[in-house]
């Protein structure tokens, strides 16, 4: 009797808990749409349901996926002491995700790709710019999520370790795409990588989306050679940024070789720059995420 009992309250505080991570979730995340609304600057029932922007869906559904994406790291489940701090721990890094995301779309925006605008582009229903912001909010998303498992805790100490480990993430995410950009000029006699999308070019988005969700996996992958150390500010950058850049130069070397053995005797260039063939561009998006995959998990 007293075993059922034990058991009865254990599966009420699960429920507790439950219920309170789904409220927060569900608020964080109609508030996620409406910022989504208010950085386009456009209403997004109006955007959604009557001008049907399907370009605006896909950007939002990536803002929808993204936070989503963090909550699972954010959500501490039995690990909690009490509701309250459940709901304190939940909101705290469910905000901080939010903002973190949104911060890394302006990183994106500012930095990656400097030379579009990525609202006027989505707002004109550029499906090609929506892929992209779409999976740059994603990448971001898993690269919050690894560090807030990473940094456990809830402190200023902790804050400083996630901000490390966001900011290099994110530098690394920007140099990744200069370099994509050259190879893509080189490959092109020449020609704009931001200007293909601004044109539409909706087979090599998916290809570049692929890349840069890949690139998420693998830093969540770099995540599990790092120790936290709380006041070791220095230590976690430096950790952040030598395993972030042997995973993501790892992901540069394999992709393109699996590639080339996997789709062998398809010009990829080709197919997907010349005649946008969105069937080989979906293989290279699977094939760079698989070896992200197998990289992620090799290093667990």
């Known amino acids: 009797m007293e075993q059922l009992q034990q058991l009865i309250t254990q599966h009420s505080e699960m429920a507790g808990f439950l219920v309170i991570d789904l409220v927060i979730a569900i608020i964080l995340l109609c508030a996620m749409r409406f910022i989504s609304g208010l950085w386009a600057g456009v209403n997004t029932t109006e955007e959604l349901a009557t001008k049907d922007n399907f370009a605006f869906g896909v950007s939002l559904s990536g803002s929808l996926l993204a936070l989503a994406i963090v909550l699972t790291g954010a959500i501490t489940g039995e690990s909690a002491v009490s509701f309250t701090q459940e709901a304190i721990g939940m909101s705290i890094y469910g905000v901080l995700g939010l903002v973190l995301i949104k911060a890394g779309r302006i990183i994106h925006d500012k930095w990656a790709l400097p030379g579009l605008n990525k609202a006027a582009e989505i707002e004109k229903g550029n499906m090609s710019v929506a892929i992209v912001d779409a999976a740059a909010l994603v990448t971001t ?12 805790g809830l ?7 996630i901000l490390s480990g966001f900011a290099i993430s994110q530098a690394l995410l920007v140099v990744i795409t200069r370099l994509r950009e050259r190879a893509y000029r080189k490959d092109n006699q020449g020609a704009c990588f931001q200007q293909a999308l601004i044109d539409g070019q909706v087979a090599l988005a998916i290809r570049h989306a692929g890349f840069l969700i890949a690139m998420g996996f693998t830093l969540t992958g770099a995540s599990n050679f790092l120790d936290y150390q709380p006041t070791a500010y220095v230590t976690n950058i430096l950790g952040w940024l030598t395993y972030g850049s042997l995973m993501v130069t790892l992901l540069y070397i394999l992709v ?9 005797r398809i010009n990829l260039t080709e197919e997907v720059d010349f005649q946008h063939n969105i069937g ?19 290093m667990a």
């Open 141 to 152: 998303a898993l690269i919050i999520r690894a560090t807030l498992i990473w940094a456990h």
């Open 155 to 161: 402190n200023v100490n902790t804050l400083i370790a």
């Open 256 to 264: 393109p070789l699996i590639k080339k053995i996997v789709l062998s």
């Open 280 to 298: 080989v561009a979906t293989l290279e998006f699977v094939l760079s995420i698989a070896v992200a995959l197998i990289l992620m998990s090799l």
